[in-house]
Each structure stands twice: as structure tokens, then as C-alpha cells.
């Protein structure tokens, strides 16, 4: 059993920051990709930001500049800073995360989701 715990979304200002956290805990061999999702009201989900195992990382346009992903292995989390925040960001985020149950198997989990709301 694995479990994505999400923190740190609320209201802020146009021009702000955030910064999200998403928790892995259970029976972890080790953890893969980590990404983070969002998905505004009457839209589809889409990815933000990724992060792989090595540290290499991925933006979405719309994003790129202004979010920084980064993971801590040693805590099985990963991280969204999100500076210069807009409206546009206004959006439920999720992380979404390969967890290796052992050395060959692995299973993709989502996090319950973290309302970001950017407005004045």
C-alpha cells in the first residue's frame, strides 16, 4: 500500500508563491518519475512539471521561469515552487508518481489533490 499526501495550497495574491508538497509513504523499493499535475475547472489534466530519478526535469510551457520541481530522495517527496504566480495558475494540483514496489514492478499513484487559487 502506498499514499501521496499533498500540502501547501491556498490563496495568494497575483504575483506570489506557493510551495507544494507531495509525501510517498508505504512499501517503497524506490520511486521513479515524479510529476505534478493540474487541472482547472471544465478542463483537462495536465502535466506542470517532471522530474525524474536522476534529477532531470521538465516544464510546461506556460510555466517555464517562473516553477522549480525538485525531489528529496531521502524523504520520498518531491516539491513545486511556484513564484510569479497569475490567474491562469488557478488550477487543483496533483502529483503523480512511479513507485517501485520491488525491483521490477511498478505502479503509477495520484495524490488527492491541492487547490491553488491566484487571485487579487
Known amino acids: 500500500q502506498v499514499h501521496l499526501v499533498e500540502s501547501g495550497g491556498g490563496l495568494v495574491q497575483p504575483g506570489g508563491s506557493l510551495r507544494l508538497s507531495c509525501a510517498a509513504s508505504?512499501?517503497?523499493?524506490?520511486?521513479?518519475?515524479m510529476d505534478w499535475y493540474r487541472q482547472a475547472p471544465g478542463k483537462q489534466r495536465d502535466l506542470v512539471a517532471s522530474?525524474?530519478?536522476?534529477?532531470?526535469?521538465n516544464y510546461a510551457d506556460s510555466v517555464k521561469g517562473r516553477f522549480t520541481i525538485s525531489r528529496d530522495n531521502t524523504k520520498n517527496t518531491v516539491y513545486l515552487q511556484m513564484n510569479s504566480l497569475k490567474p491562469e495558475d488557478t488550477a487543483v494540483y496533483y502529483c503523480?508518481?512511479?513507485?517501485?514496489?520491488?525491483?521490477?514492478?511498478?505502479?503509477?499513484?495520484w495524490g488527492q489533490g491541492t487547490q491553488v487559487t491566484v487571485s487579487s
Open positions: 522530474i525524474g530519478s536522476g534529477g532531470s526535469t
Open positions: 503523480n508518481v512511479d513507485v517501485f514496489l520491488n525491483f521490477y514492478s511498478h505502479q503509477y499513484y
Open positions: 508505504g512499501s517503497i523499493f524506490r520511486l521513479g518519475a
